[in-house]
């Protein structure tokens, strides 16, 4: 069976104190559930969120990361660095990267490949603009992003991917997918993963759904047969929120 995810992307929220509040208080709440969750915090905040949740379940993950292991890239860091500090998984491929950091699909499919030879997990995001969905083009942008960075990879890296669809116009905008436009392109997603690999890759991989998911609309989007959990912005900055997100799973 597929693994279910929440995961909490912080992006630059929350400073060090406010980090392991909250952290602390998200652990000390969390029930019992069949979810895997992570948070992902800001880097200067991993360490100190991973030594809080120590003896929790919860995974703490990284947002990004470089795809070269050391050198001359002032500002930037390496997948070695997030695995020296526990961390075992991270996003690569935000759409905010992508959008103001001018992340493309080349430089996203090295950082993947980065990561997996370091023995990372990585939750790759994808999604298309508004203006794909209005003229039909959204699920050949959609495919096109999943094949120029995923597609060279073997069956056997895929045992560590999540993917996390995130249509760009819904990220941090209040709009969501409905949950029937998310189930059909997440079936639409697994199906192209079946034509580049196999199907029994494709059945495996867990796809998240991420844009203004929110305890109301979660329990909705998450009961669609190929919507294995969601990647959570905002709503995961506070933690009855979360918590609830996680209990619609
Ligand atoms: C995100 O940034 O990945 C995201 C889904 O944000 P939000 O939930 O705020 O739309």
């Not at 992006?11 to 509040?21: C, G, P, R």
């Not at 120029?148 to 995130?166: C, H, S």
């Not at 941090?172 to 192209?192: K, L």
Request: contains cysteine; charged residues 20%.
């Amino acid at each position: 069976m597929r693994s279910k995810i929440v995961a909490g992307n912080w992006k630059m929220n929350k400073n060090l104190q406010e980090t392991i509040h909250l952290v602390e208080d998200i652990a000390s709440k969390l029930g019992e559930t069949h979810a895997e969750v992570m948070v992902a915090p800001t880097f200067v905040n991993l360490s100190a969120a991973v030594s809080a949740l120590e003896s929790s379940m919860i995974e703490v993950v990284a947002q990004n990361m470089h795809f070269a292991a050391n050198g001359a890239y002032t500002g930037e860091i390496s997948a070695g660095m997030l695995k020296a500090i526990g961390i075992k998984t991270v996003i690569i491929g935000h759409s905010e990267r992508r959008a103001y950091f001018g992340e493309t699909d080349e430089l996203l499919s090295k950082k993947v490949k980065a990561a997996l030879e370091s023995d990372l997990r990585v939750v790759f995001c994808f999604g298309e603009e508004l203006a794909d969905r209005q003229s039909g083009n959204h699920f050949n942008v959609v495919a096109g992003q999943l094949k120029n960075a995923l597609f060279t990879l073997t069956a056997a890296d895929w045992k560590n991917i999540v993917l996390a669809y995130e249509p760009v116009w819904a990220i941090g905008t209040g709009e969501t997918a409905s949950p029937e436009q998310a189930q059909e392109m997440h079936a639409f997603i697994r199906h192209t993963v079946v034509e580049g690999f196999n199907q029994e890759v494709a059945d495996a991989v867990t796809i998240l759904y991420g844009g203004s998911v929110k305890p109301g609309n979660a329990a909705e989007i998450f009961a669609k047969p190929d919507v294995d959990g969601g990647l959570i912005g905002g709503a995961s900055l506070k933690t009855d929120d979360f918590l609830a997100i996680i209990n619609a799973i």
